[in-house]
């Protein structure tokens, strides 16, 4: 029986089925995926559909799994969620069961790095993953150097995560680097054991510089604005607000205007607020009023007012999210139809 192994697909389907096609794939064979099966190429969810019902095939967890597992979502895990839809949930569960590395006779995989020295079953699974932490460990213990180059190990490690452009690390018998950046335009590399034989495919184009630009739109508007703080929201504001493609700045036109709409009842929060304080005073006194105050979720707000240093600046401190600043609106009845 051979071992298949594929450096990161990162979404790049075609180029998955030509790889095998290329090395003869049988169902006696097992295929084994370093990681980072998802995100940048235009097709991961069909690379997922793929390796998970095929037998005899194993993934192991890389640095990207890992961040959607973890919820840590960066614009590529951001498309990605949205390209599976209703499924995203089915496709973390499967997550959540890929292994940190596998080790037959011949070698030992793992997406992303080893520390000399240490058993596998030992490893830290930031290192073995090459998640930020993990690299930065590696650093620390070991400088610049890659741990390649310092492994001393029997068995020979093969690995992702780095990319090494067109051709694979091959440091005989010691260790396989084998990302070569097929979803930047590079080439998918195969690695076909026990011959440890290369065998790669060339990808037409690079498809992350496209899938920039093709989901930004997509992108932003599925985010959850509401729950972002308003330095978040106008960090955002700031670098897309001159973006070349003309929806995406249309569309931060509009939220903007949308936040300035909303921002701009802060007097009128202040006033009910202020109203609000006189007619629990009026009840129940100016000591008494504090304990039925308490009741109202912008209590703060009202306490705050009696002490007569209700700011804006202090509602935006206190209210810091479009949610939370409708929330109080609501419950003041200040009505905002703006969408």
Known sequence: MRTIVVGDIHGCYAELLQLLTKVGLTEDDCLISLGDIVDRGVDSVQVYDFLKNRPQTIVLMGNHERKHLRGNLSYSQEIVRLQFGDRYGEFLEWVSHCPYYY?????????AAVENGIPIESQSAEVLCGCTAGEKYLEKRQGKTHWSKLYT?????????RVFKDHPLIITGKAYGIDTGA?????????????????????????WSQELVKWQLPVLNAKPWGSYKWEKIQATFDELRNSPNSEVSAFIREKEQWIHDLLAFAPTIILKVEEKLAELIYIHGSKGFKKPARDFTYATLLYQANASELTIKFLRETLPTPDKWLEVMTELEVKFHNN
């Open 153 to 161: 190990g029997v068995k020979p490690v093969i690995f992702g995560h």
């Open 103 to 111: 080790e037959n006779d011949q070698a030992i995989f793992v997406h």
């Open 183 to 207: 979803c930047h335009g590079g080439k998918l590399t195969g690695l076909i054991l026990p011959d440890f034989e290369i065998v790669q495919v060339q990808s037409p184009q690079n498809y």
